[in-house]
């Protein structure tokens, strides 16, 4: 392995983790619900496209290292 994928693959998993702590913290002040109903929504959205974004990060992960 090249230093150059060793590279990628570390911030790869670093886009990771900044990703899973942003939508923990939102997982958790989801149910601490002392937030009004617009703020609980606009956090559901923000949550769903956190999901959707660390499957975006996978997925090119995982084209770049077997393409």
């Given at each position: 392995m090249d230093l150059s994928t060793f590279g990628f693959i570390l911030?790869?998993?670093?886009?990771?983790?900044?990703?899973?702590?942003?939508?923990s913290v939102h997982h958790r002040v989801k149910h601490e619900q002392k937030i009004?109903?617009?703020?609980?929504?606009?956090?559901r959205?923000?949550?769903s496209f956190g999901i959707l974004a660390i499957i975006f990060i996978v997925s090119g992960f995982v084209l770049?290292?077997?393409?």
């Open positions: 911030h790869t998993m670093g886009e990771i983790i900044v990703a899973l702590t942003v939508l009004d109903k617009k703020v609980f929504q606009s956090m959205t923000e949550e770049q290292i077997l393409y």
